[in-house]
């Protein structure tokens, strides 16, 4: 069974930075897209960030500019580099893979919380 382990949340005031990082646990195949996904407190999750196998990314246009998708030549870990966070970047966030239009289970998330 995978099991996704982020870190590297924690409170930030407006306009700072952190990096999440986004490893795996147990055998997983890793040619699959992974992406970046937060939730806020009474909201739906949302993708903000997906990297493919080939290291091509894609934003949301809420963090574009700001948020930047990589990974380790292996696949794994996954970052997430924060710029210029906003309050409105407070969430839990996310990482997991693609398989189709389907997810694995979801990891417990590491808290992001941008406030002055």
């Known amino acids: 069974q995978v099991e996704f382990v982020e870190s590297g949340g924690g409170l930030v005031q407006p306009g700072g930075s952190l990096r999440l990082s986004c490893a795996v646990s147990?055998?997983?195949?890793?040619?699959?897209?992974v992406g970046w996904y937060r939730q806020a407190p009474g909201k739906l999750r949302k993708l903000v960030a997906a990297i493919t196998s080939g290291g091509s990314t894609s934003y949301d246009d809420s963090v574009k500019g700001r948020f930047t998708i990589s990974r380790d030549n292996a696949g794994y870990p996954v970052y997430l580099q924060m710029n210029s966070l906003k309050p409105e970047d407070t969430a839990v966030y996310y990482c997991?893979?693609?398989?189709?239009?389907?997810?694995?289970?979801w990891g417990p998330g590491t808290q992001v919380t941008v406030s002055s």
């Open positions: 147990g055998s997983i195949d890793r040619s699959y897209t």
């Open positions: 997991n893979r693609m398989v189709g239009l389907d997810h694995d289970a």
